[in-house]
């Protein structure tokens, strides 16, 4: 968590909003198929910087909760108009409910099954009955492809390049990808900075397991840019 914060003001660099654009569209439609003139409210989990919900704002009311204060203050300047909230999403509990919850990639970090458990509670327990759900883990164990991306971009005064390598071996729930960000300061000075993060990763029979234990019906998995996303409904 302490470099996750450290390189809060960087991620606007690494994955700008704009790159978010294209998801936003079919994430709203699974959440909300029959929203019409309805604005539904929309909980999301680990929102980070609000990158994907500065687009699904045009749909929902959104409240956006995550485990950072650097990233809910980077999402505040995006996203003035909506309500930010610091928790973690495998023990948050809101007096509300709301039309559907969201939780994107961040569902990755769950690296135990018992954390993952909790996070689908949580979405559950914010949900109106009939409420959806969708959880969108970069990687399950039946589609889980390694590789190794990079990418980056520059800003008025400052410019970030990032390289991810995935490593192929998954230990147990886990799996580690390595990054190294090369930094431009606004003085033009450069520096580097590694880091290793480990993510979860189940199989599919256990995310469908763990979600009706937590509370769902009619789930489905639903492909999107190469992994599962999961839908599921309150029951």
């Known amino acids: 968590m302490k470099l996750y914060d450290e390189l809060a003001d960087w991620w606007p660099l ?3 909003p704009e790159d978010y654009a294209a998801e936003a569209g079919p994430v709203a439609r699974l959440l909300a198929p029959n929203a019409g003139t309805h604005r539904p409210r929309l909980l999301e989990l680990g929102a980070g910087g609000g990158h994907l919900a500065s687009h699904l704002k045009a749909w929902f009311d959104m409240t956006l909760v995550d485990l950072s204060p650097r990233m809910l203050e980077e999402s505040r300047r995006l996203n003035p108009e ?3 909230l610091l928790g973690d999403m495998r023990d948050l509990r809101l007096d ?12 990755s970090h769950m690296t135990r ?3 993952l458990m909790a996070t689908l509670r949580t979405a559950r327990a914010h949900l109106n009955d009939g409420g959806r759900a969708l959880f969108c883990p970069d990687w399950t164990v039946e589609c889980f492809a390694p590789s190794t991306s990079m990418g980056g971009t520059d800003g008025p005064k400052c410019g970030m390049r990032y390289l991810e390598w995935t490593q192929p071996a998954i230990v147990g729930t886990t799996y580690e990808s390595d990054l190294v960000y090369l930094l431009r300061e606004a ?3 450069r520096r580097v900075v590694e880091d290793r993060i480990v993510m979860g990763i189940f199989p599919r029979d256990t995310w469908l397991r763990l979600l009706a234990e937590a509370g769902f019906g009619e789930m489905a998995i639903v492909p999107q ?3 599962d996303v999961f839908q599921a409904v309150a029951a």
């Open 187 to 189: 003085d033009g000075s």
């Open 225 to 227: 840019s190469g992994r």
């Open 96 to 107: 509300e409910r709301f039309d559907a919850v969201l939780v994107f990639d961040a569902i």
């Open 14 to 16: 690494m994955s700008p």
């Open 82 to 84: 909506c309500r930010h």
């Open 113 to 115: 099954e018992s954390d």
